[in-house]
């Protein structure tokens, strides 16, 4: 065989050994950088693993999210050849700031974004509070639960029936983009009409149209103050005509909730005889509530 012919097959043999090496090379940092299976050779067996598993974020691999450097993957590689615990050996898999944001704040439509939501916008942006705080408040359980909430709240207890157990983000719609956290009219309409709670005391058309807040204190450190008095914004009228006497102190005897109006039939269930005199007539007609007293009697024809 020819000199030439040798230099020639050295060559690329050199070549194929350095593509070889470099694949090798390619799929190793692929190993390394984006399998999952990396981690498994000493996780698979931890509970840690078999959450991911069952989890959110099982079709993300542990490196999109832990993050070691190369100094620290040299570490573990030493500690996993030799036999050894890699958490001896080097510090690993941190989460570092940027790791939610990578998919959260992409606009990547596969992942939920957060971007412009309220709840984010003053805990992240505002108050700079990390993701991990409120997310991860078990390892790889990503869904906030209402003791994340409690961390910095505290115990806010909801007195209003039904709603005991409901989780925060039932009215503090974090995803919403509306200004602030507090729950909306429409936020409270939403929920109340899903759940066919009342619907006919909730339309549209409702005499009061400000939000439910107002009267509402479902936070109200006791019973007592839960809901507002109204006389705190109808001062004046308590004090007038008939809404003075004391047989009318209590509001919602005779204004039903949401709706407000009063009508003969609420009246009649003080005052049973009053349908005899009536007539038909709505009592307001003669009992004015508002300025006068009580009706004056009815002069003698001719009088």
Known sequence: MSRGRLAQLAFAAVAAAALAAAYGAARLKRYVDTDPRLCAQCHKSTPEFALWLKGSHRTVACQRCHHSTPQEGLAMLRAFLAGKSPDGAAPHGRVEVGACASCHLSHDTRWPQIEGSRGHRIHVAKAKIECVRCHAASVHGFEPVVASCKGCHGEHLVRQSGMQKLHCFTCHNFLSTDPGLRPTRRDCLNCHRAEGVLPARFADDA????????????????DAEELVRC?????DVARAGLHAHRGHATCASC?????????????????????????????????????????????????
Request: charged fraction near 20%.
């Open 255 to 303: 204004h039903a909730a949401h709706l407000w109006r009063s009508e003969p039939k609420g009246c009649l269930r003080c005052h049973g005889k009053a349908a005899e005199h009536a007539r038909g007539r709505a009592c307001a007609a003669c009992h004015a509530f508002r300025g006068a007293g009580r009706a004056s009697a009815p002069r003698p024809a001719g009088g």
């Open 231 to 235: 006389q705190s914004c109808h001062e």
């Open 207 to 222: 005499p009061m149209q400000f939000e439910c807040g107002a009267c509402h204190k479902p936070h109200a450190r006791t």
